[in-house]
């Protein structure tokens, strides 16, 4: 059974029509790439279905049930977690108190619960260490790389057992290195069985992890694919609209 299926989705501000009547199924353990110029309306797909505002039109199936989000904690709640561009995660907080942001342990001491600093960090060690990431749970945030940032945003996908994970631009900013780093992390996550969306520029990184492709085209699904049967010179012709659709 498909992990994500969305149906006929339309997203339109006032006049813009963001997405026309856009449908597109992902597989347990898929990487899908979706790709699109700036305006294509990738990021608006995203927000769609991580629940940051429901569709004008459409639906959204999760493992087979439709489900109608009114926030992001509802899509959260199925199984959705997004990893943004800036990542969403503080500079000035260490690793361990970013990937439990928002749900931190606690144990009592006392008649008070108080926040159990020590379990957070035992916990995103393993998580550290599966990811084969050397990000150390104590370190603050702003002295890591790009990688280890992203190590931790995608630590926080382990934590909270995401079925589906979208990634808009992870590796828009940051070192070559760094790329390849995300590209393991995102491999990793389909060994797992998690579907990831992976929006990016980047042509290299799209076909070296994607299994499909998607275009998005002013708002229209221009394609859908296998990158096996595509190449980026097609790619680049879809989202141009050099080549209509394929
Ligand atoms: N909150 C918004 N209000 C009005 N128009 C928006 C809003 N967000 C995006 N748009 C418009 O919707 C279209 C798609 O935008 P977006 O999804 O951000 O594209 P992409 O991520 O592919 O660059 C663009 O024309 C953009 O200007
Ligand atoms: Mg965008």
Known sequence: MSAL??????KH??????LNDVSLTIEPGQVVGLMGDNGAGKSTLVKVIAGNFAPTHGEIYISGK???FHKPLDAQRAGIEVVYQDLAICNNLTAASNVFLGRELTRQLGPIRVIDYAAMRTKS???FARLKSETRPRDLVRRMSGGQRQAVAIARTLLSDAKIVLMDEPTAAIS??????????????????ISVVLIS?????????ADRIAV??????VASK?????????????????????
């Open 201 to 209: 520029h980047r042509m290299p990184d799209v076909f070296q992890v």
């Open 176 to 193: 070559v290195r760094q790329v390849a780093e995300v590209l393991n992390l995102i491999r990793y996550l389909r060994d797992q069985g």
């Open 5 to 10: 299926k969305i149906s006929n989705i339309s």
């Open 125 to 127: 060690a393993e998580l």
């Open 226 to 246: 296998n990158v096996s049967d595509s190449s980026p010179e097609e790619v680049t012709g879809l989202i141009t609209g050099a080549i209509e659709a394929a």
């Open 66 to 68: 439709k489900v109608n």
């Open 13 to 18: 501000y006032g006049a813009i029509k963001a």
């Open 216 to 221: 998005l085209r002013r708002g229209t699904l």
